[in-house]
């Protein structure tokens, strides 16, 4: 009995801890000080929001975003607080509706747009977060309808 009042506590403590997480200056803080563990909201109604995970008060690794209905609306990775690597977005029906690349926080790689059935409608490119490249977009018929050259070296 009392080994399982001891774990209710330790259980209790450890839920209170987490909610003197805060968000402080762009950092996220534990009683003051930066915090390194998991990160969940929830919206007003008490759906999951958003689950992450802060290294040093900046958000590190894979995050997903949730709509209400619990289905995934975006997936990606910080570094160092920074978007990172290939982001994925879903509509709320679970189709991916966009996919984007970013390098230390800026616009990188080729960015791709789907309407919500999931069909190609817009392929963009970005270095170092400029417009660069070939840009496309397309109809509904998969054809392209227009074309939009951009160069980097002005």
């Not at 209400?68 to 994925?88: F, P, S």
């Not at 390098?103 to 170092?128: E, I, L």
């Not at 392209?144 to 070296?153: D, G, P, W």
Request: charged share 25%; glycine share 12%.
């Amino acid at each position: 009995m009392k080994k399982l009042i001891l774990i209710a506590c330790f259980a209790l403590g450890t839920l209170t801890q987490a909610q003197n997480i805060t968000m402080v200056d762009g950092l996220y803080k534990e009683d003051g000080k930066l915090y390194t563990g998991p990160v969940t909201s929830y919206n007003e109604n008490g759906a999951k929001k958003s689950e992450a995970y802060a290294k040093d008060g900046l958000l590190e690794g894979k995050v997903i975003y949730f709509y209400d209905n619990g289905r995934i609306m975006e997936e990606g990775t910080y570094t160092a607080g920074l978007k990172a690597g290939l982001w994925t977005r879903f509509n709320n029906a679970g189709i991916k509706i966009g996919e984007a690349g970013y390098d230390h926080g800026k616009k990188n790689g080729t960015w791709m747009v789907y309407d919500d059935n999931g069909q190609k409608r817009f392929q963009m490119s970005y270095k170092d977060g400029e417009k660069t490249g070939t840009w496309l977009q397309w109809d509904e018929r998969g054809e392209v309808i227009k074309s939009t050259a951009y160069n980097t070296m002005n």
